[in-house]
């Protein structure tokens, strides 16, 4: 048996930081992954994406170029098999930028096998037995793939066996019309495949605002995505070279043939095959490691951090976890989960950022608000690069004058929403970023004249939309 002072279990976006901070403070450390160093983001998640989203913008502003007084001559074409060596490169310098640090590392060892507990201070890899007073857990999730009759039948993709596509779907049929989906959605598009999200719900994103999915629904539409929402009773069968996905929607045909189809319905944590019983971790009904406000799990000595916790589904949330284990663990700062305040961005063009809560949520809450909207019609900068999709939106407390949150949906969004985040952190009033001189001409310099422009937000829900039509949505 080897015996270390901790053991790390997967190389996500929490474990190598918290295996160089444990090594630095003096411990001697294993590091164990079982596949790809980095883990999701690096391999199959953010990194590969948004290299891909970039890919798939320059074919977008290839193709408008005319809009912008540029002459491209020909058709535009986009050569997958370079799309994805483009990919794998970025991808694979920071999967290797991991690995070789974490290799590098001077008290530590790295095992790459699959762990499992055997006790609740041992590890088994391999043919080993690693032991240790304190485990970290960074297993991360992977794709769900829902009971859907047929799909045993047919060939599927998930995001990570499409990190493998070098060519073009003629017909990517995408369920789920959420984060991930959307992506895709995107991107294959402007890659040249005729894409179709299916979504069971009625609108696509559905714990954001109407207002915000009603208008990714446009930007999607108007780039020919056809959206089938209200799907019910989800089937899939072999059709030609194909699939076929039943999907009994309230409008438009009762299904969906393409060539290809890509599962993005959810994720699932990495937790079922790692002997957490043999340990006596506790895990919740869908299998996320249960963790307190410090990532304690119910076991002494084991922390449960990143996606497997089920507290946050984004690097940053799990780069914050080793933030907060490590302050915890080595620096006496109690800093908690519930310090931080949500935030993510999604990733089609233009931008989603978010920030705190949506329109629903502070309604909920009952107490006087205030809101200001502005659509990027009226950004200057949007207005000169000729990318005014979106709008921009900021909720107040009337009471406190601090911002509760924003929804900014446009170029640039993902970096302007820090802007408020920030001020968010400060727990400062709105009247700081009103009073600020941003720079001209950036997105960001209108949210001071948005704070010059809060109304209270009225009381009254605003009445759930109808089902979009099934097509209606397509132009
Ligand atoms: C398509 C897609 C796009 C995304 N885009 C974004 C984005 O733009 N921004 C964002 O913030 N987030 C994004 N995410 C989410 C993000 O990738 C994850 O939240 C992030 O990777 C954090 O994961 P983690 O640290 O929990 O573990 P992971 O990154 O999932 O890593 C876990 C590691 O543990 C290893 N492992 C698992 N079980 C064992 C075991 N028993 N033994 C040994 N090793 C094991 C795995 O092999 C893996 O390497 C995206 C996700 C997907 C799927």
Known sequence: ???????????????PSLAARLVEAGMKVAVIERKSFGGTCVNTGCIPTKTLVASAYA??????????????????????????????????????GVESWMRGLKSATVYQDHARFISPREIAVGKEVLAAEKIFINVGGRAAVPPMPGLDQVDYLTNSSIMNVDFLPEHLVIVGGSYIGLEFAQMYRRFG????????QPRLIAREDEDVSDAVADILAQEGIDLRLNAECLRVARHGTGISVGVDCAAGPPQVTGSHLLLAVGRRPNTDDLGLDKAGVAVDKRGYIQADDQLRTNVPGIW???????????????YNDYEIVAANLLDNDPRRVSDRIEAYALYIDPPLGRAGMTERQVRERNKPALVATR?????????EKSETQGFMKILVDAGDKRILGASILGVGGDEVIHSILDLMYAKAPYTVLQRAMHIHPTVSELLPTMMG???????????????????????
């Open 59 to 96: 074919a977008k502003i290839a193709r408008r170029a005319g809009d912008y007084g540029v002459r491209v001559e020909g058709e535009v074409a986009v050569d997958m098999k370079a799309v994805k060596a483009r990919k794998d490169a970025v991808s694979g310098q920071s999967r290797t």
């Open 304 to 318: 449960a951090l990143g996606d497997c916790n089920g507290k946050g589904a984004f690097t940053h949330t799990s």
């Open 453 to 475: 422009e809060l109304k209270p937000l009225s009381t009254e829900t605003p009445a759930q939309a109808p089902p979009r039509p099934a097509k209606a949505a397509a132009g």
């Open 193 to 200: 495949s005729a894409v179709t999200v299916i979504e069971m």
């Open 375 to 383: 659509p990027m019609t009226k950004v200057g900068r949007a207005v």
């Open 1 to 15: 048996m080897q015996k270390f002072e901790a053991i790390i279990i997967g190389t996500g976006q929490a474990g």
